[in-house]
């Protein structure tokens, strides 16, 4: 009889429940499971924003060594903190069915979102967006799970925080009162959630595959190659969304200055049979668009 699959996960509340949620599945398919929560860099500091940590993969890469080190079987992420190469001797083999990939604005006060003058957000992509749209409004970092980043914006009086509307959700934090940011590009893969397991691990790889939903594992791999041709090192605010209609797949793109003051943006079709190496021409149009001297100011700024 097997031993029972150790499911790598972050502990905190929206990480357990998509660990629980893809424990279910895989004991629906008749697989034993165990839990095992470890805590990563990104939430042990808090008070440093994102971006200045100068890498990619702050809430995964401890899942990642814990794979590699044989203490867990498969790691659960939010696909949208995963670095778009993973390290060697690991491989995605399941991207759950996604969920609203949209941003929302959460106030705690009775006003529109338009009159809002202090928005919190950990979020580059976010903070370039919106001050592209309200460049007279004020930003400011916002860090911790869900309901800490909830209570924060009471606690400080921020008019409001810009949340992945999934990820309130799935852990029944999402507001009656909230603001969808139909304007707003989600981050690549935004939504989604990724199973990650050891190249030679067989058996872990096969029946994880049988949770894999192949439409959004098409969108989520256009926009992460998308992002991939894009960032070259850089932490950079830059919008994915890929959507699939019949056999054609429609893709919104943007690359951002950090200030929100630059924009290049652009829109695109395929058919669906084209999809593997989409991502990477809509990237390298934005590129050709301006965007290599976009990034060249965010690397410089920095210190790349």
Known sequence: MRKPIRIGTRDSELALFQANLVANK?????????????????????????????????????????????????????????????????????????????????????????????????SLRRKAQWLHRYPHHKTVDLRGNMQTRLNKLVENGWHGGIFAAAGLSRINLLPDKFHELNWMIPAPAQGAIVLVARENDFTTREVSAFLNHSESEKCTHIERQFLRTLEGGCTAPIGANAKIVKDEIFFEGALFSLDGTD???????????????????????????????????????QGN
């Open 26 to 122: 895989l004991q629906a398919l008749g697989c034993q499971t165990t839990m095992v929560p470890i805590k990563s860099a990104g939430d042990l500091i808090l008070d440093k924003p994102l971006y200045e940590f100068g890498i990619t993969g702050i809430f995964t890469k401890t899942l990642d060594a814990a794979l590699l080190a044989n203490k867990i079987d498969l790691a659960v992420h939010s696909m949208k903190d995963v670095p778009t190469a993973l390290p060697h001797g690991l491989l995605q083999t399941a991207v759950l069915e996604r969920e609203s990939a949209a941003d929302v604005l959460v106030t705690p006060y009775e006003v529109d979102h338009v009159d809002a003058l202090t928005i919190a957000t950990g």
């Open 263 to 301: 924009k290049i943006h652009m829109q695109k079709s395929t058919t669906l049979i084209h999809y593997s190496n989409f991502g990477a021409e809509c990237a390298r149009e934005i590129i050709a668009l301006g965007g290599d001297l976009i990034l060249e100011k965010i690397k410089n700024a």
